[in-house]
């Protein structure tokens, strides 16, 4: 019959035309469907997402599931596993998805060595875009839709969305960052507050967490610094990020989910501390020389020994880690094959 509330010529000839006529659509089903033609040509750009693995198939898992239910779906996931105890490695082989791309190390060659080797595959795949993240994260359906429209539509070099926390969601566990050139160097979360504005803007700090790279701010800058085995390796490429030149965007929307802390036994760890000062010790003698390391590393030292909730044994681990972190060798920073 037309539509009743439509005075357009095609929808009062169509309240009249007899049963036998041939339906004309009316101006509001033409409407509908150039929003529906539209939609379809507005194709988003495929996104590389690089996971690295280490014992890590819990929470692996947790965030494929999140992963598959994205409502965009042209993505690419490259996952590395580094000679897991579990059943990571099984895991990611019984997976059968094209998207998926699996590389199994032989030893675990660390975090930032085991990104580099996903950044490379990408590089030969053509990728333009390089999501870097935690394979204990959990994206919201639309994370993926909502994050490539956004990178898209202002053509940033890098970008960082904003991580909650997986146990309490209203807490932030990132909402941009900075770093902190004060008594001690560190790199600083800022805290999330629903009345932030909702507009992106700049900061120094990015957590590899979730990090999206260009293929250009790649190219420019390079890889990850594999002097790094594991912590730090983001702050120092947030560093020469800034050193270049490149700004890097901070997204109140979209928004994920991360657990934190599951591929290191935590940080404060016999483990995680060694990791942690060691690496702590080698980014400030790459970055600020060896005067200032030591003076840095002195007052840790003083921090943690004033600290009495510490067992007896913490001060030392720490001495140690930072002992190792003084003598380690600074590679030179691999980069991305010439085109």
Known sequence: MGNPS??????????????????????????SLLYVVYDAAMTLPLIHIIIVLYNSSDTFATMWR???????????????????????????????????????????VGFARAVNQGLRIAAEQGAERCLLLNPDTVLPADFLKDL??????????????????????????????????????????????????????????????????????????????ES???????????VRLKTAGIPIMYLRDPMLLHEGGASSDGTFSPAGVKLFYSSYALMLRKHFGMRKTLRMAFRILWREHANKNKDPGHVRRVAASLWHGLRRPILPEPRLPTR
Not at 166 to 180: H, M, R
């Open 6 to 31: 439509c005075t357009c010529f095609k929808c009062r000839r169509e309240r009249d035309r007899s049963p036998s006529d041939v339906y004309v659509p009316c101006c509001a089903d033409m409407v």
């Open 66 to 108: 999140s992963l598959a239910a994205q409502t965009c779906g042209d993505w690419r996931l490259i996952a590395i596993d580094n000679n897991s105890a579990d059943n990571s490695a099984s895991m990611l082989r019984a997976l059968s998805d094209s998207r998926l791309h699996v590389i199994e190390n032989k030893e675990n």
């Open 148 to 225: 490539i429209s956004a990178w898209t539509k202002h053509d940033w070099l890098v970008v960082a969305p904003r991580i909650m926390c997986t146990e309490a969601p209203s807490q932030s566990w990132y909402a941009g960052g900075y770093l902190d050139y004060g008594w001690l160097f560190s790199n600083q979360h800022d805290d999330f507050s629903p009345n932030d504005t909702p507009d992106p803007r700049e900061v120094d700090f990015a957590s590899g967490c979730c990090m999206g790279l260009s293929m250009e701010a790649l190219r420019r800058v390079g890889l990850l610094d």
């Open 228 to 238: 790094f085995f594991v912590y730090w390796e983001d702050t120092d490429y947030c």
